[in-house]
């Protein structure tokens, strides 16, 4: 006997409205506006019954602002709801507003009633949100017919498209990268200026991170404001015009030289300024003037690459960790262990392939790291002669384990051993201040627990058993070494990597916009 239970469900019908709604739950909508009408209020309605909040406005205008805000504010597209003819005139500026703004809206029109063959246009719904977020995000417009709304459908020919994934995060090259730390460096009187771009990309931490260790006077647009507080003592939000005047290199983060900064044109800027343009969108680059370096990609991403590049001394975990990057056969296992070291790696040093990354795992434990690297080696060894293991350590993890170097030397495995070497348990002090705490007092007093010996020389460690060790302490330095160790496949090696103990802030100089100066 059939089972009626299965028939009941195989012919339950849904309406369009519906199928509409569910299309815009499954895509993490949560906020609808408009003015409902024939054809579009059942769709408000069904929204509403899954739960999706539906702010009924006086005016489509103000609900394509409020649905276009809503994508600004959370990254994913606002929906605004209205009926053809005028309303969707009305949205219009709505619209425009959100393009000009490059924030991701869905403006859902009704219209008169179609042939059925059209109505496969709501398969389209995944590919309206895609476009409205990828690349630089903007309005996108789903016209629906009238009959569709109203339509019964059978649930089981429905296919719902999963909800579409964030952007892919894109980088700018490595050595647009270079030329643009480069130029900065250069640069006497250089400025940063924060566009509501880099708010929409949430850089807010890496810019901060670049303000402060350039130690760069910036400026935000009005929606740039707060990416760094306007309370920060590199704010030169209230020396505006002097800023833009006598900057001789402007670093242009997610800001477009439009009429708001007065398009990037002299006598409000120096005929000669050099600007950098960081930005997702290819078509904006180069816009009113000639860039002297582009940087084509995610803002957050771009702006982590230029921290990356900083070459003052001592380094830095993001300057260490570029250069291993830059250097890493695509094949090799990554093995590593740390505090920083481990944080840090694992969002600069690339995998490629599955399990080829080793590290401190859930349970989070601190000296795993040769004994996985040799594991690691023997399987190469045996199943893929020629490939590398590559083993970052920061040097309180090293100690757990250290002595396993001779292992490594006693059967030859060339592993190579990056030490990350900042003195210490997630900071350590530099061997000046080492020395002056422990000059007068016994190290058990007056040292704080997290420091270690100040510059040990763990390298001589593999030079004791035979391998190769190198102390370094520049990127250039670096390079060579990592390159050498690559080139032995004989040997085992141990880099012993000196970056900044721990970080500092040093008072912002801004002698080029004080007063004495004007």
């Excluded at 892919?168 to 900065?184: G, L, Q, Y």
């Excluded at 935000?220 to 030169?236: E, W």
Aim: aromatic share 8%; proline share 6%.
């Amino acid at each position: 006997m059939p089972d009626s239970n299965f028939a009941e469900r195989s012919e339950e019908q849904m309406s369009g409205a519906q199928v509409i709604a569910q299309a815009l739950k499954t895509q993490d909508v949560e906020y609808i506006f408009g003015i409902v009408g024939i054809p579009v209020t059942e769709i408000a309605i069904a929204a509403q019954q899954l739960g999706i909040k539906y702010i009924g406005m006086r005016n489509e205008q103000a609900a394509c602002y409020a649905a276009s805000a809503i994508g600004y504010l959370t990254g994913r597209p606002g929906v605004c709801l209205v009926v053809s003819g005028p309303g969707l005139i009305h949205a219009l500026g709505g619209m425009a507003n959100a393009n000009v703004n490059c924030w991701p809206l869905l403006l859902i029109g009704g219209s008169s009633e179609r042939n059925q063959e059209t109505m496969g246009a709501f398969q389209e719904f995944p590919q309206a949100v895609r476009t409205s977020i990828y690349g630089r995000p903007g309005a996108c417009y789903v016209d629906i017919p009238a009959d569709f709304v109203n339509l019964q459908v059978n649930v089981n020919s429905i296919k719902y498209m999963e909800c579409c994934m964030s952007p892919p995060v894109s980088m700018a090259e490595t050595s647009a990268v270079r030329m643009a730390a480069s130029v900065i460096r250069n640069a006497k009187q250089p400025l940063l200026i924060i566009g509501k771009g880099a708010a929409y990309a949430h850089a807010e931490e890496n810019i901060k991170k670049l303000v402060e260790q350039y130690k760069l006077p910036f400026l935000p647009t009005p929606m740039g404001k707060g990416v760094v507080p306007d309370n920060h003592p590199n704010c030169v939000g209230a020396a505006r015009s002097r800023a833009l005047q006598f900057a001789d290199v402007i670093v242009l983060f997610g800001a477009r030289l439009n009429w708001i900064l007065h398009f990037g044109l002299p006598p409000r800027y120096q005929p000669d300024v050099k600007f950098i343009q960081v930005d997702i969108c290819a078509e904006e680059l180069g816009n009113n003037v000639k860039p002297a370096v582009t940087l084509l990609g995610d803002i957050s991403a771009v702006s982590k690459q230029e921290l990356a590049s900083k070459k003052s001394l001592p380094m830095n975990y993001y300057t260490v960790f570029y250069h291993v990057q830059e250097q890493l056969p695509r094949d090799c296992f990554v093995v590593s262990e740390g505090a920083n070291t481990m944080d840090i790696g694992r969002t600069v040093l690339q995998n490629y392939l599955p399990r080829h990354r080793l590290d401190a795992g859930t349970f989070g434990t601190m000296g795993v790291g040769l004994g996985f690297a040799i594991a690691a080696a023997m399987v190469a060894k045996d199943r893929s002669p020629g490939q590398r293991v590559i083993c970052v350590e920061g040097d309180s993890a090293f100690g757990f384990s250290g002595m396993e170097v001779e292992t490594i030397c006693r059967y030859n495995l060339p592993i190579i051993l990056l030490v990350v070497n900042n003195n210490g348990i997630y900071q350590g002090f530099d061997m000046n201040t080492w020395k002056e705490t422990s000059k007068f007092r016994d190290p058990t007093a007056v040292v704080p627990p997290m420091c270690l010996l100040p510059n040990s020389h763990y390298e001589q460690i593999m030079t004791a058993f035979g391998g190769k060790g190198y102390f370094v302490e520049t990127p250039e330095e670096l390079q060579k070494s990592l390159r050498q160790s690559l080139a032995d496949t004989t040997k085992p090696s141990l880099i012993n990597i000196m970056i900044e103990p721990q970080a500092t802030r040093k008072a912002q100089d801004f002698h080029w916009l004080t007063r004495s100066n004007m």
